[in-house]
């Protein structure tokens, strides 16, 4: 990993363990720089990188101050860490539906850039918060990138999985967001009645080299889904 996206790791766990709090002062450049044994751009492209993920702003004149507020259970609709980094004070657990091996229909293949005749890992979950269903959750990982699951991996943290155990490289994301009415089945699953508000988000994750892996399908119990979007200014 580069240096500077160490840092900004480092930096990013020191406010999360210290319950920093919106507004409050990170340390100067200067003292950053001694710090982590860094150049000033090192350091300034890890602060650069933390600004972009909505963690920090800097003041010019006046310092690096943190960015989030002490607000818990929303979703980042921009986030590629998934809702369980959202809702990590509260009991976060799932339940494994499917777990296969399948060829892709012709909508899976087209968002993953495969073909039909090549094979995915379908995983269908309920994914729950404090014992209540949040979301149900279909995805579709192409088996070439992805060469194994089971159900202890899908258990836990996919992602986590493909990152260290793998060492595969998560880049970039497309979000399709859609309202409708629950059906029979959603509705047992989330513990609704049918014809119920719901909302879709369909997303496809890319490696940093551009290639997809994963194409999920998320129905949202209304609820218990809050969502949020952090805007930052061009840097």
């Known amino acids: 990993m580069l240096k500077y996206r160490e840092i900004a790791n480092e930096l990013e766990a020191y406010i999360r363990d210290n319950k920093l709090q919106q507004g409050d002062k990170l340390p100067v450049l ?28 800097q003041v010019r004149g006046s310092g690096i101050f ?3 507020f002490n607000r818990t259970g929303y979703i980042s609709l921009l986030s590629k860490q998934g809702f369980k980094k959202s809702h990590e004070d509260h009991n976060h657990t799932s339940k494994i539906l499917e777990l296969d091996v399948r060829t892709p229909s012709e909508e899976v293949a087209n968002n993953l850039g495969m073909s039909v005749e090549d094979e995915v890992y379908y995983v269908k979950r309920i994914q729950y918060v404090d014992g209540k269903a949040l979301c149900i959750e279909e995805s579709f990982y192409n088996k070439t990138l992805i ?3 089971n159900k202890e991996i899908v258990s836990e943290s996919i992602f986590n ?8 490289k998560i880049g970039f994301s497309d979000k399709y967001l859609h309202v409708d009415k629950i059906n029979a089945e959603e509705a047992e699953f989330l513990g609704l009645e049918t014809g119920d508000p719901k909302l879709d988000i369909e997303t496809i994750y890319h490696l940093t080299n551009g290639q997809p892996f994963d194409y999920s399908k998320l129905t949202y119990n209304y609820k218990q889904s809050q969502f949020f979007i952090q805007e930052n200014r061009e840097l």
Not at 38 to 52: D, F, P, R, V, Y
Request: aromatic content about 10%; proline content about 2%; charged content about 25%.
């Open 30 to 57: 200067e003292t950053l720089m001694t710090t982590f044994e860094a150049s000033k751009s090192t350091i300034t492209k890890a602060l650069g990188l933390l600004e972009k993920k909505g963690v920090v702003f």
């Open 161 to 168: 999985y493909i990152t260290e155990a793998l060492g595969l």
């Open 147 to 149: 060469p194994y699951l």
């Open 66 to 68: 943190v960015r989030r």
